[in-house]
């Protein structure tokens, strides 16, 4: 059984950096590509960043192209965000999605498990 379990979000001022993580256990995390995904009340999820399963290959959606940093440890079955220059805009549950295959995947209906999300908050 796949668990994915976010962690690092919280309260910070624009402009300042927020590190996320994402434990994985239950799967073989190398064989994985991963995503984050962030979600507003009363919107859509919508695509933060990807990695491919090596971690070669990254993938960001615009609005955070320049400002976030996905990364992955495969010997430790986690995945990161980091996020700089954070903005009011920015504020939403961040969730990781998990989904096997070699390529990237940019779409909520490509994932197959996901975690409980992590509640990231910019003041400004």
């Known amino acids: 059984q796949v668990q994915l379990v976010e962690s690092g979000g919280g309260l910070v001022q624009a402009g300042g950096s927020l590190r996320l993580s994402c434990a994985a256990s239950?799967?073989?995390?190398?064989?994985?590509?991963m995503g984050w995904f962030r979600q507003v009340p009363g919107k859509e999820r919508e695509f933060v960043a990807a990695?491919?399963?090596?971690?070669?290959?990254?993938y960001y959606a615009d609005s955070v192209k320049g400002r976030f940093d996905i990364s992955r440890d495969n010997a430790k079955n986690t995945l990161y965000l980091q996020m700089n220059s954070l903005k009011p805009e920015d504020t939403a549950v961040y969730y990781c999605?998990?989904?096997?295959?070699?390529?990237?995947?940019?779409?909520?209906?490509?994932?197959?498990?996901w975690g409980q999300g992590t509640q990231v908050t910019v003041s400004s």
């Open positions: 999605a998990a989904r096997i295959g070699i390529v990237i995947f940019t779409t909520v209906r490509e994932y197959d498990d």
């Open positions: 990695i491919s399963r090596s971690g070669g290959y990254t």
């Open positions: 239950g799967l073989t995390f190398s064989r994985f590509a």
